[in-house]
């Protein structure tokens, strides 16, 4: 089956780093998405990857390793506006998104 | 560009009644909508893959029959929750993925919150 793994919840202090990772396994692989969600309001689209390597934007980066079925999705500089839920999405062969559980992330003052 | 619209926002309803909630792509053609079900605290689930011109593709555990969905044009589709019941109120999101765009990301409308009394 089709599984997409990623920590539950996370907790990290306002100005540090914190790393949330994803592991994948589907059939077959067009890229994988990471997504932010505030409570209540709909997804909006971080960074994409489909090769291997980092890709950086701004205070996000995002890493993938496809023969290992990873990701990360790296924050720097925490802010408080942060505090948000993190899904990590991965488009199979057939360019279907399956979704993983997302990581609510808790930033403290 | 890329922005997907939902409306209504939210709505409240009486058991038993039906409700219609649109959406549209306002600045590119979707060929492809979904539509996704969210309930407090817990992740997306995909309730079903709209195609223009097409009968649209119920995950599974999905009524068809309850959950009607109509993508008649490349900018809308349309849900209609009939019959709605109280353990019908949730958040229900569409996204849209434009064919022509790679890395046919998903764009997602602001979501409605459904409230059923």
């Known amino acids: 089956g089709q599984n997409i793994d990623q920590p539950t919840e996370m907790t990290a202090t306002e100005g540090a780093i914190v790393q949330i990772n994803c592991t994948y396994q589907t059939s077959g692989f067009n890229g994988l998405f990471w997504y932010q969600q505030h409570a209540g309001e709909a997804p909006t689209f971080l960074s994409y990857n489909v090769l291997d390597g980092l890709e950086e934007k701004g205070r996000f980066s995002s890493f993938l390793s496809r023969s290992k079925g990873y990701s990360y999705l790296l924050l720097k500089e925490l802010q408080m506006k942060d505090s948000a839920s993190y899904l990590c999405?991965?488009?199979?062969?057939?360019?279907?998104?399956?979704w993983g559980a997302g990581t609510k992330l808790i930033i403290k003052p | 560009g890329a922005v997907v619209s939902q409306h209504p926002s939210w709505v409240i309803c009486k058991s038993g009644t039906s409700v219609k909630i649109e959406c549209r792509s306002l600045d590119f053609q979707a060929t492809t909508m979904f539509w996704y079900r969210q309930f407090p605290k817990q992740s997306l689930m995909l309730m079903a893959t709209s195609n223009e011109g097409s009968k649209a593709t119920y995950e599974q555990g999905v009524e068809k029959d309850k959950f009607l969905i109509n993508h008649a044009s490349l900018t809308l589709s349309t849900l209609t929750v009939t019959s709605a019941h109280p353990e019908d109120s949730s958040f229900y999101i569409c996204s849209a993925r434009d064919q022509e765009r790679e890395p046919y990301e998903q764009y997602f409308g602001p979501g409605t919150r459904l409230t059923v009394t």
């Open positions: 999405a991965v488009t199979d062969s057939n360019y279907q998104l399956i």
